[in-house]
C-alpha cells in the first residue's frame, strides 16, 4: 500500500492516513487581556481542537516604529480596523505578551491541547525553545525569510508553513532552506490570505492542496484567513491533513483578526462536519466493508439449474443459467461447465455446485 508524507507532533500523527489535525489560531483575539486568553483555550479545547496556536513577536521585533508611507496598512482588502494604521500600531494592539506564554501553555496541555506559535523573528525562536515547544510554524509572509527559516530548521523540530504568497521558486528555496539545516518533518499549508468576512470562492484553488502534497512530496493541509466554515470543510475533503482556523469568543468583541475569525458554535460544526467527512472517507477498502454488505452479497447471480436434468444429461445454455440469488458456482465457471455432464438427476432451480458434475477422466 502507498505510503503517504507523514510528521508526528507530540503524540499526533499527521498526514492522509490519519485525522485532520485541527488547529485554532488565536492570534490577537485575546485583546490582550489574559483571562480572555484562557477563556479562548478553555473554548477551542470544548469546540473540539486539537492544538492552538499563538504568535510570537512584538511591535519592535516585527517592524521599525515609522509613520512613513511604506508602513501604513492601506488595502482594499485590509479589515476595517486595519486602514490607516501603522504596522507598529497594529501590532500593538495584536501582540501576545511573552511572559503569559508559559501559564497558556500549562493551560492548553492540562486539556490535551497541543501548544505552538509562529514566531517572527530569531529572539521568539529562542523564546519558544525555553517553553520547549514541539514545532513551529512559518507564517505566508515568512517564506521568504531565509534567516528565520535556517533559525527555526536549527531547532530540528517539526515545521508547519504557509505558502500563501510564494511562488514555486520560493518554496523550493524554502524548503531546500530548512531541510538543509535540520528540519526533517515539514508541512506546508495552502493559505488565501483575502482577510475577507465575504471569500471569493473563485480564489480558493483548493486543488492546490493536492498539488503540494505531490509536488513537494509533504504533508499537504490548508490554513484560512477568511470567513466562515465551508472552505475549510471542503479542504478537508481535498485532502488537508491541517486545517487552521482563526478563532474568537465573540466577533462583536472587534479586533484586528475578528471580521474571519470563527466563534465556538461555529468552529465546533467545522470540526464535526471535518469528523464526518473523515467517517465518509474511511479508508481504502475493497470487498464488503460491513455485516449488511456481506448480507446482501448474496443476491449476486450464480450459476443454476433452470430446467430438469436427467443424470448423465450435457449441462447446456437451455439447461443452466447465471441468475440470482448467489447460492451456486461462481458465473466465472460457466463456460467451463458447458459440455459437462450431470452426475445426478438434477431439479429445476437446483443451485450448480461441483457435487452434481461428472469428474472429468
Not at 176 to 192: D, E, I, R
Amino acid at each position: 500500500m502507498k505510503k503517504y508524507p507523514l510528521i508526528k507532533i507530540g503524540s499526533k500523527k499527521i498526514g492522509l492516513d490519519h485525522p485532520c489535525f485541527i488547529v485554532a489560531e488565536l492570534s490577537g483575539n485575546h485583546h490582550q487581556k489574559l483571562d480572555e486568553a484562557e477563556d479562548l483555550i478553555k473554548a477551542a479545547a470544548g469546540a473540539g481542537a486539537d492544538a492552538v496556536k499563538l504568535q510570537t513577536y512584538t511591535p519592535d521585533t516585527i517592524t521599525l516604529n515609522s509613520g512613513n508611507k511604506w508602513f501604513v496598512v492601506g488595502s482594499k482588502n485590509s479589515p476595517k480596523s486595519w486602514k490607516n494604521k501603522t504596522l507598529y500600531q497594529l501590532y500593538q494592539k495584536a501582540y501576545t505578551p511573552w511572559d503569559w506564554f508559559p501559564k497558556l501553555k500549562k493551560l492548553a496541555e492540562s486539556l490535551n491541547l497541543i501548544f505552538f506559535s509562529t514566531p517572527f523573528d530569531e529572539s521568539a525562536v529562542d523564546f519558544l525553545e525555553k517553553l520547549s515547544v514541539p514545532c513551529y510554524k512559518v507564517s505566508s509572509y515568512d517564506v521568504v525569510n531565509i534567516p528565520l527559516l535556517a533559525k527555526i530548521a536549527k531547532t530540528k523540530k517539526p515545521v508547519i508553513m504557509s505558502i500563501g504568497f510564494a511562488t514555486v521558486d520560493e518554496i523550493q528555496l524554502a524548503i531546500k532552506t530548512l531541510k538543509k539545516h535540520g528540519t526533517s518533518q515539514l508541512a506546508l499549508l495552502h493559505c488565501v490570505t483575502a482577510y475577507s468576512n465575504q471569500p471569493n470562492s473563485s480564489e480558493m484553488n483548493l486543488e492546490t492542496i493536492k498539488d503540494i502534497q505531490q509536488r513537494f512530496n509533504t504533508v499537504a493541509g490548508f490554513s484560512d484567513n477568511n470567513a466562515g466554515i465551508e472552505v475549510p470543510v471542503q479542504a478537508a475533503f481535498a485532502g488537508a491533513s491541517i486545517v487552521e482556523k482563526h478563532f474568537i469568543l465573540k466577533r462583536s468583541l472587534g479586533g484586528p483578526d475578528a471580521s474571519f475569525s470563527l466563534e465556538p458554535e461555529e468552529f465546533e460544526v467545522m470540526v464535526r462536519r471535518t469528523r464526518d467527512a473523515e467517517t465518509v472517507q474511511g479508508k481504502v477498502h475493497y470487498g464488503s466493508a460491513s455485516s449488511k454488505e456481506q448480507y446482501n452479497k448474496r443476491y449476486r447471480p450464480s450459476i443454476w439449474v433452470s430446467r430438469d436434468v436427467r443424470k448423465g444429461e450435457k449441462f447446456t445454455k437451455e439447461n443452466i443459467r447465471c441468475v440470482r440469488p448467489g447460492n451456486g458456482l461462481p458465473p466465472k465457471y460457466y463456460e467451463k461447465i458447458l459440455g459437462l455432464r450431470a452426475k445426478v438427476a438434477i431439479k429445476q432451480a437446483t443451485p450448480m455446485s461441483w457435487d452434481v458434475i461428472e469428474k472429468q477422466k
